[in-house]
Structure formats: C-alpha cells, structure tokens
Nanobody, 127 residues
Framework: QLQLVESGGGLVQPGGSLRLSCAAS????????LGWFRQAPGKEREAVSC????????FYADSVKGRFTISRDNAKNAVYLQMNSLTPEDPAVYYC????????????????????WGQGTQVTVSS
C-alpha cells in the first residue's frame, strides 16, 4: 500500500524556519515526481513546490521563491521542504504528493496532478 507521511510541522514565529519531511512506504520514490502543496482554512489547495524524479528540475510558487527549498533523498525515500523567512501568509496544512511523471514538473505542479497524497502536517506562524 502506497503511503506518504509528512512530519516537521509546528508553531514558529514570523521570520523563523521549519523543515518538513515526507517519508514514503510501500513504494520507491526514485521514479516519481514529488510535490508539496498547502491548504489554508477557507482557501483552495495551492502548489508550493515540486521536483522531478531526478531532482534536476524544480518548480516554486511565486509566493515562496527565494524562501523555500525542495529537495529529495531517494536513498532515504523521502522529500523535504526547507521553509525560511516564514510569514503570516504561510500557515496551512502542508501535504506532500507523488506521481509518475507524464508532463513538465511545472504543469504537474500548477495543476496539482498527483495521485498519491499524505495526510498533511500543520504549519502555524505566530508571534
């Protein structure tokens, strides 16, 4: 059974950092495109960042460019999201997702075309 489990969420002050992790079980992530998405209360889910199976190409939403960094470690079967300079606009439930690549990572990410999803981890930014 394919399973993705996120961790690393929590409460952080504005300007602070968090590192989210997503571990996979039941399948190897090596050949999957991976992504991070978020959903705040009352808002639609939005793409945050995605990465190709090789790790050679990434996509970032404009709102997080320069602050967030996606990375993957296929040996550990995991994907990470380093979040720096967090602002009050970043709080949400963050989800990781996986999909066999079928088009550009930007297209997959912006359309949210991923079929395997984790349960999410809450990120709160507050002073």
């Amino acid at each position: 059974q394919l399973q993705l489990v996120e961790s690393g969420g929590g409460l952080v002050q504005p300007g602070g950092s968090l590192r989210l992790s997503c571990a996979a079980s039941g399948f190897k992530l090596d050949y999957y495109a991976l992504g991070w998405f978020r959903q705040a209360p009352g808002k639609e889910r939005e793409a945050v960042s995605c990465i190709t199976s090789s790790g050679g190409f990434t996509f970032y939403a404009d709102s997080v460019k320069g602050r967030f960094t996606i990375s993957r470690d296929n040996a550990k079967n995991a994907v990470y999201l380093q979040m720096n300079s967090l602002t009050p606009e970043d709080p949400a439930v963050y989800y990781c997702a996986a999909e066999s690549p079928f088009t550009t990572i930007q297209a997959m990410c912006t359309r949210g075309e991923f079929s395997s999803w984790g349960q999410g981890t809450q990120v709160t930014v507050s002073s």
